[in-house]
C-alpha cells in the first residue's frame, strides 16, 4: 500500500519517500514520480517476502542489509521507463543519504550489477 502524504514525520526530510513495512508513504508532490513509486513498492515486495528477516534485519540497524536493499530499490528505480533516475544520482543517494559507508563508484559499480541482473531477467 503507499500513501501519499505531506507529513515529513513520516517522510523524513532528505527523503521523497518512506517504506515501513508493507507501507510506503511517498510525498504529495511526487505523486507523478512512477520511478520513486516503483522504488517503493519493491522495498514493500521485499518486506512482504521476507518479512521477519526485514524486520530483524532493519531491527539490528544491519547495514549490508540497507545496502543491498537500496540498490535492488534504486536498480528498479533507474530502469523506470516513465521517470528513471540516473545511475549517477542514485549511487549518490546511497553513498550520501544512508549511513551506508560506501563511496559513490562503489555503490556505483553494485548498482551496475543489480540492473545487470534484472535486464537479464535473473533478478
Request: net charge positive; proline share 3%; with cysteine.
Amino acid at each position: 500500500m503507499i500513501i501519499y502524504t505531506n507529513s515529513r514525520r513520516l517522510v523524513p526530510e532528505q527523503f521523497a519517500g518512506r517504506a515501513i513495512g508493507p507501507v510506503a508513504f511517498i510525498l504529495k508532490k511526487y505523486r507523478d514520480d512512477t520511478g520513486l513509486r516503483a522504488h517503493e513498492q519493491k522495498h514493500i515486495d521485499d518486506f512482504k517476502a521476507a518479512p521477519w528477516k526485514t524486520f530483524w534485519s532493519w531491527l539490528r540497524g544491519d547495514k549490508k542489509w540497507k545496502l543491498r536493499s537500496e540498490v535492488r530499490a534504486f536498480a528498479v528505480q533507474c530502469l523506470d521507463e516513465s521517470k528513471p533516475i540516473s545511475v549517477y544520482k542514485a549511487a549518490a543517494f546511497i553513498a550520501t543519504r544512508y549511513g551506508l559507508d560506501i563511496f559513490e563508484q562503489d555503490a556505483y559499480l553494485l548498482l551496475a550489477q543489480q540492473i545487470g541482473k534484472i535486464e537479464r531477467g535473473l533478478a
